[in-house]
Nanobody
């Protein structure tokens, strides 16, 4: 079993920055691709970014490219999401997820086996 706990969300103004963290316990974190997804009210959960086990392979949805950065510290069993130049449309609950079987990072939610409870990010205009 893998447990994921997100933190770092909050209420910020447009243009501000936040860093989300996702701490993992259980399982073999170093072997997993990790992803961040988000869900806004009334919308489906959407892919934000993902990182492979080594940290060298990443993928981003177009709307966050150049503003968000995913990284991981395998020694700390933690994945991070640095969010800069936040916009009101970034408002959502952000979830981290672990893909325990995949080799390459994936954008597909159903490929992820474990999910955190989510952390709220609200960006005011």
């Amino acid at each position: 079993q893998v447990q994921l706990v997100e933190s770092g969300g909050g209420l910020v103004q447009a243009g501000d920055s936040l860093r989300l963290s996702c701490a993992a316990s259980g399982g073999m974190f170093n072997n997993y691709a990790m992803g961040w997804f988000r869900q806004a009210p009334g919308k489906e959960r959407e892919f934000v970014t993902t990182i492979d086990w080594s940290g060298r392979g990443t993928d981003y949805t177009d709307s966050v490219k150049g503003r968000f950065t995913i990284s991981r510290d395998n020694a700390k069993r933690t994945v991070y999401l640095q969010m800069n130049s936040l916009k009101p449309e970034d408002t959502a609950v952000y979830y981290c997820a672990a893909d325990t079987y995949g080799v390459a990072p994936t954008r597909t939610p159903s490929d992820y086996d474990y999910w955190g409870q989510g952390t709220q990010v609200t960006v005011s205009s």
